[in-house]
């Protein structure tokens, strides 16, 4: 019996220089829970770009629905970002709606959802 060839890409590595987007797609967060992270995260090299309503506040969530989803489209959109980091998610993402995945045609994506801890990281590949 023949092995079925699998159609998923391996995105290669991550290098330093690359750039990294944070954002928050549910939960809101501040800049002193997520400096730690920010250190790690440039101590191997890379370059974060956060989210412009990363900081937002809207009742428990990091900005509006509509802040939030302009974060996301604008990291996927961006040619410059090698992958995302979504510092948090939850209950608050199935509200973001119509994204637009037309000007997105990287080659290599990471999209990580860092639960809780960022240094108990359980990450988990998502492909639009």
């Not at 489209?73 to 410059?80: A, F, I």
């Not at 990287?106 to 990281?121: C, P, R, V």
Request: net charge positive; charged share 20%.
């Amino acid at each position: 019996m023949k092995k079925k060839q699998s159609s998923a890409h391996i995105p290669t590595y991550l290098k330093q220089g690359d750039k990294i987007g944070l954002i928050s797609t549910a939960r809101k967060i501040n800049k002193e829970e997520l400096q730690s992270a920010i250190e790690l995260l440039t101590s191997w090299g890379l370059e974060i770009v956060l989210g412009q309503n990363l900081f937002n506040s809207y009742h428990q969530f990091s900005g509006t629905d509509q802040e939030r989803q302009s974060d996301l489209q604008h990291m996927l959109d961006n040619e410059y970002v090698k992958g995302i980091i979504c510092v948090r998610g939850g209950y608050g993402t199935g509200y973001l709606q119509s994204l637009s995945y037309h000007k997105f045609s990287k080659e290599i994506f990471l999209f990580l959802y860092a639960l809780k801890n960022i240094y108990k990281w359980k990450p988990s590949l998502l492909l639009p």
